[in-house]
Nanobody, 124 residues
Framework: QVQLVESGGGLAQPGGSLRLSCAAS????????VAWYRQAPGKERENVARINSPTGTTYYSDSMKGRVTISQNNAKDTVYLEMNALSPEDSGMYYCAADSYGVGSCQRATTFDYRGRGTQVTVS
């Protein structure tokens, strides 16, 4: 059983930065496809970034590309999401999710077996 715990959210000023963490337990995150999603009140869930941990291949949504970086620390079983140039439109709950997808499937996947409870990001 994989458990994911997000942290690092909080209040940021417009133009500021935050680094979110997704800590995994129960299985090495290095074997998983890990995704970061966000959801704002009244809006649909939006994919932010993904990493195919075995290969380190990364994918970014068009809306976030250039402002976010997803990375992993296998020794800590943690995946990070660094966000820069934040705007109020980036506010929302950020979740990480994981599943054992291969490289191509990781990019296209819409469902994940494991998901954390989220960390709130507020930009104001």
């Amino acid at each position: 059983q994989v458990q994911l715990v997000e942290s690092g959210g909080g209040l940021a000023q417009p133009g500021g930065s935050l680094r979110l963490s997704c800590a995994a337990s129960g299985y090495p995150v290095s074997r998983y496809c890990v995704a970061w999603y966000r959801q704002a009140p009244g809006k649909e869930r939006e994919n932010v970034a993904r990493i195919n941990s075995p290969t380190g291949t990364t994918y970014y949504s068009d809306s976030m590309k250039g402002r976010v970086t997803i990375s992993q620390n296998n020794a800590k079983d943690t995946v990070y999401l660094e966000m820069n140039a934040l705007s109020p439109e980036d506010s929302g709950m950020y979740y990480c999710a994981a599943d054992s997808y291969g490289v191509g499937s990781c990019q296209r996947a819409t469902t994940f077996d494991y998901r954390g409870r989220g960390t709130q990001v507020t930009v104001s």
